[in-house]
């Protein structure tokens, strides 16, 4: 099967087989955009879903030149080294619950590294996945809301499959791992890209079908983040106090010396020494 073959996406030229990758998935992957080198597989996906491309619509790149972080910042994405997709998905539910897709895709990436390669990461709120306190995947959701509510929601989901200590640079080496270094062996990227994809389509459903909470259990079970020190940086503002759980919605419930409730719908956490 060629996808898109009379496809509106004029420059979108390089489908891929999915018949090859022999996929479990319903909708998930099933358009599935490949590419050698992009600058960022979230610019092409927000781009195909302005076009109209379907929800569960993949773009997929063996290297990105620019990939994305949050705040602008950058991902490290060299070639042939790891899984850099994008993924569309047009949820119908109220926008202000669009930020839980993040700890969706967190729980569903976890889940699948679990299964293919036995490793069991944890969860850093809200979108960072690390396995021995360093960081081998990183998730960026980007949005756009409509009059009619949600008009896409944009997964982006960056992972270091075998990517060796010396690949990263001098800034991320020491904060930063891929499953090959965590494991001693070569990554079957094909192999946890299908299982990704099958987990985020299971938990996706469920969170449409159950709301948040089977979620939140899950991803509680996962975390590293509560019951720590941490430091949260949002709005350049800088809070200190303990982690003590994720609310109904996703955000972070932290307590000061004080106890002080505060709650974090984003922002960059770091554990801290201090109270
Ligand atoms: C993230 O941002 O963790 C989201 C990363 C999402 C990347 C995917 S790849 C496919 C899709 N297309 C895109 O263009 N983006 C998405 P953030 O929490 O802001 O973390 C960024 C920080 O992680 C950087 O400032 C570095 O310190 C560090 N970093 C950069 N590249 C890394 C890598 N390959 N592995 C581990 N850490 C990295």
């Known amino acids: 099967m060629v996808l898109y073959e009379n496809n509106n996406f004029n420059n979108m030229k390089v489908p891929l087989s999915t018949n090859s990758l022999n996929l479990g998935t319903k909708y998930l992957g099933r358009n599935t955009l490949y590419y050698p080198e992009v600058e960022s597989t979230n610019e092409i996906a927000i781009s195909v879903a302005q076009n109209g491309g379907p929800e569960g619509t993949v773009i997929i790149a063996d290297k990105q030149t620019k990939g994305q972080g949050r705040l602008q910042r950058e991902w490290y994405s060299p070639k042939g080294k790891g899984l850099w997709f994008s993924i569309i998905l047009k949820p119908n539910i109220d926008p202000i619950k669009v930020s839980q897709l993040t700890l969706v895709a967190a729980v569903a990436t976890a889940d699948a590294v679990s299964k293919v390669i036995g490793l069991s990461p944890g969860i850093k709120w809200p979108n960072d996945l690390l396995i021995?306190?360093?960081?081998?995947?990183?998730?960026?959701?980007?949005?756009?809301?409509?009059?009619?509510?949600?008009?896409?929601?944009?997964?982006?989901?960056?992972?270091?499959?075998?990517?060796?200590?010396?690949?990263?640079?001098?800034?991320?080496?020491?904060?930063?791992?891929?499953?090959?270094?965590?494991?001693g062996k070569h990554i079957e990227r094909t192999q946890l890209f299908r299982e990704i994809l099958c987990q985020l389509e299971k938990c996706y459903e469920t969170w449409l079908r159950e709301g948040f909470e089977p979620i939140r259990l899950a991803w509680k079970e996962k975390n590293i983040t509560l019951g720590q020190l941490v430091q949260v940086n949002s709005f350049q503002e800088v809070f200190q106090g303990k982690a003590i759980d994720i609310d109904n919605g996703g955000a972070l419930i932290v307590k000061d010396k004080n106890n002080k409730i505060y709650s974090f719908n984003s922002g960059e956490v770091s554990l801290s020494t201090e109270y």
């Open 132 to 183: 021995n306190g360093r960081k081998f995947c990183g998730i960026l959701s980007e949005g756009q809301i409509g009059n009619e509510g949600i008009d896409y929601v944009i997964l982006g989901i960056g992972l270091n499959a075998n990517l060796d200590f010396y690949d990263f640079g001098l800034e991320i080496r020491s904060k930063a791992t891929s499953l090959k270094i965590e494991t």
